[in-house]
């Protein structure tokens, strides 16, 4: 049967990075869930690729309609960013499985649309400090670097991620990015079992 696997974690955590690796894998055979964004385009993102960029009319139009899965709108010094995946055609689990990233309410939407048995949750944990020193080094390398944005995700991190929430989402495995390499290989292990 094939399934979404779902990547969730902090900010920093390596989602980014873990999911790249993953779709890269042949082996895996799992297609990519694009989301789509309003907020803007950062260095090195490609349109279609990291997400569908798009402004808060096209969300609104796609919603009117019942389009929207999920969705989530984050008031940033910048203004409100909205993250959202929407049925657009792109999940066709008859043929595919599928990688997808977001958070513990996108995870709890899409295992609510698609069922809880073609839903499967991946958490990365990776421990405070490390997290804080990769956030900064990231946001170093932007062109316009958006440090208090960075401080207010680390900080919504805490709550959005808490050991309450995780146990209410149904999370009972986590796999630790302390080493990419360890971590890609557990996870790729628990993809397997689960195709």
Request: charged fraction near 35%; proline fraction near 2%.
């Amino acid at each position: 049967m094939n399934r979404i696997f779902y990547l969730m974690g902090k900010s920093a955590s390596g989602k980014d990075t873990i999911y790249e690796r993953l779709l890269g894998n042949r082996k895996l055979a799992l297609e990519r869930i694009v989301l789509y964004t309003t907020r803007p385009i950062r260095q090195g993102e490609r349109e279609g690729r990291e997400y569908y960029f798009t402004d808060e009319a096209k969300f609104a139009d796609l919603k009117a309609r019942g389009r929207v899965i999920e969705s989530r709108s984050y008031h940033t010094i910048h203004g409100v960013w909205t993250y959202f995946t929407a049925d657009d055609g792109q999940i066709d689990l008859e043929r595919h499985a599928y990688l997808g990233i977001g958070t513990l309410e996108s995870f709890a939407r899409l295992e609510g649309h698609f069922g809880r048995e073609k839903v499967v949750p991946l958490y990365i944990e990776v421990e405070d400090g490390e997290r804080l020193m990769r956030a900064l080094l990231r946001e170093k390398r932007q062109p316009y670097p958006r440090y208090a944005e960075m401080c207010r995700r680390f900080l919504a991190d805490g709550e959005d991620f808490s050991e309450e929430k995780l146990c209410h989402a149904g999370i009972t495995r986590r796999f630790s990015n302390q080493n990419l390499e360890e971590c890609l290989a557990e996870i790729e292990k628990a993809i397997y079992n689960k195709k």
